[in-house]
């Protein structure tokens, strides 16, 4: 189960990524068009079993193309219509699946990417990689702080998180190559 999220910035900025201690990726290239329309910063609390360890940082970026409306309470963009957007959201536990869509329009495939493999799910299926999708979700990428954390058998992570992408009116190709140019915000 996740924790409850505390102290939301819904207008942090990207630099403000750089001072968190945790992996905070953001891509080196993005359709023509596309610009940062979000960061939001949220904390989770420790959980019962945890002590007072302190907060634990998550965040969220999004970027799109053509017009919005402002951001909702949450930090987030209320009116996707009209544009294309990329997503990064980062989770620490209780995560699910992602990528599960409730069409039978839907086909999936699997990309390389940074992380390794990487399972996506698009909708509509066909028309190949070079079409405009309406939605693309890939599967939860594990970070190397939470690798090296899993791979001790924390039962929280503390530095790791999980890094969830998504894309609305993108091609699978376009996808492709955000993923690929992903990296880190800072060294």
Same mark, same amino acid.
């Given at each position: 189960m996740p924790h409850t999220a505390s102290c939301i910035n819904p207008r942090a900025t990207l630099d403000q990524l750089k001072h968190l201690e945790i992996i905070c990726y953001v891509p080196g290239w993005l359709p023509k068009g596309f610009k940062l329309r979000s960061v939001v910063i949220t904390y989770d609390e420790p959980g019962p079993d945890e002590g007072s360890v302190g907060r634990f940082p998550l965040y969220s970026i999004e970027y799109g193309n053509g017009p919005a409306s402002p951001? =909702?309470?949450? &930090? +987030?963009?209320?009116d996707r219509t009209g544009g294309a957007t990329f997503t990064i959201d980062s989770a620490r536990e209780g995560i699910g699946d992602r990528n599960l869509m409730e069409t039978e329009d839907s086909d999936e495939i699997t990309i390389s990417s940074p992380f390794g493999p990487m399972y996506l799910i698009y909708t509509p299926k066909g028309k190949g990689k070079n079409a405009r999708k309406v939605e693309i979700k890939a599967n939860w990428a594990r970070d190397p702080n939470m690798k090296s954390e899993n791979a001790k058998a924390l039962a929280h992570?503390?530095? &790791? +998180?999980? @890094? &969830?992408?998504?894309? =609305?009116?993108? =091609?699978?190709?376009?996808?492709?190559?955000?993923?690929?140019?992903? @990296?880190?915000? +800072?060294?």
């Amino acid at each position: 189960m996740p924790h409850t999220a505390s102290c939301i910035n819904p207008r942090a900025t990207l630099d403000q990524l750089k001072h968190l201690e945790i992996i905070c990726y953001v891509p080196g290239w993005l359709p023509k068009g596309f610009k940062l329309r979000s960061v939001v910063i949220t904390y989770d609390e420790p959980g019962p079993d945890e002590g007072s360890v302190g907060r634990f940082p998550l965040y969220s970026i999004e970027y799109g193309n053509g017009p919005a409306s402002p951001p =909702t309470a949450s &930090g +987030r963009w209320a009116d996707r219509t009209g544009g294309a957007t990329f997503t990064i959201d980062s989770a620490r536990e209780g995560i699910g699946d992602r990528n599960l869509m409730e069409t039978e329009d839907s086909d999936e495939i699997t990309i390389s990417s940074p992380f390794g493999p990487m399972y996506l799910i698009y909708t509509p299926k066909g028309k190949g990689k070079n079409a405009r999708k309406v939605e693309i979700k890939a599967n939860w990428a594990r970070d190397p702080n939470m690798k090296s954390e899993n791979a001790k058998a924390l039962a929280h992570p503390i530095l &790791g +998180r999980y @890094h &969830g992408f998504s894309a =609305t009116a993108i =091609t699978v190709a376009e996808f492709e190559k955000i993923i690929a140019s992903l @990296h880190p915000i +800072r060294d």
